[in-house]
């Protein structure tokens, strides 16, 4: 495991249960080369399971751009995206989401 934590800030909205959207906190530990599709595995994965984003079963060629989203409030792929130190993730559009950073089509 990685000495180095990151500090990542992401959007969370469930509209069957929230009012209005929030933001949680969470530390991942850092491993070099990892993309925020990465940080996301990893928080769902070992943190918190009720995270939802696009699950990239196939992805990471930056081809479909189903994981499209704001990471540090510019547009990119989080299969594709580098992670870093201090992130803050959002849904592309926040007025289309189904369930925190998964969003209508």
């Known amino acids: 495991m990685s000495e180095k934590i990151i500090h990542v800030k992401?959007?969370?909205f469930d509209p069957s249960v929230d009012k209005e959207h929030y933001y949680k906190d969470y530390e991942v530990p850092y491993i070099k080369g990892m993309s925020v599709?990465?940080?996301l595995?990893?928080?769902?994965q070992n943190i918190d399971g009720t995270l939802a984003y696009y699950d990239h079963a196939g992805c990471s060629l930056g081809i479909c751009g189903r994981c499209v989203g704001r990471i540090n409030g510019r547009s990119g792929l989080f299969c594709q995206t580098l992670?870093?130190?201090e992130m803050q993730l959002d849904p592309l559009y926040k007025d289309r989401v189904l369930k925190d950073l998964v969003m209508k089509r």
């Not at 595995?41 to 769902?44: A, G, Q, T, V």
């Open 41 to 44: 595995d990893y928080i769902y």
């Open 83 to 85: 992670a870093t130190e």
């Open 10 to 12: 992401i959007f969370r």
């Open 37 to 39: 599709m990465d940080v």
